[in-house]
């Protein structure tokens, strides 16, 4: 076999089996893009905090919406959003997997 010949190899790259969330912030009130937010998700009793900001760097563009690994737990037990006007919106036992266009309130 000529070491050249890469046709000959496959490679089944699934990722991990874990879980997510994605979270596109829709702000009415505050801004538009939810930039300011602080979210809170809590799974299985370990709690991840993050903020939406608007931008990383100079000349650089990011996927807006907010990503959250959730392990193997199926589910977030609550998703609790500060919006930048001050509303507070909860969300409980939110389905794993999926993309939530999430409006504020």
Known sequence: MN??????????NKGNQNNWLI???VGTS?????IGARVKIVAGGIAQVAQKKSTVGYLSQNDPRMHFGLAKKEYADTIEIKWPSGKIQLLEHVKANQILDIKEP
């Open 30 to 34: 505050s801004n538009r893009d939810g």
């Open 23 to 25: 979270l596109n912030l």
């Open 3 to 12: 070491l050249n010949d890469h046709s000959r190899f496959l490679r089944n």
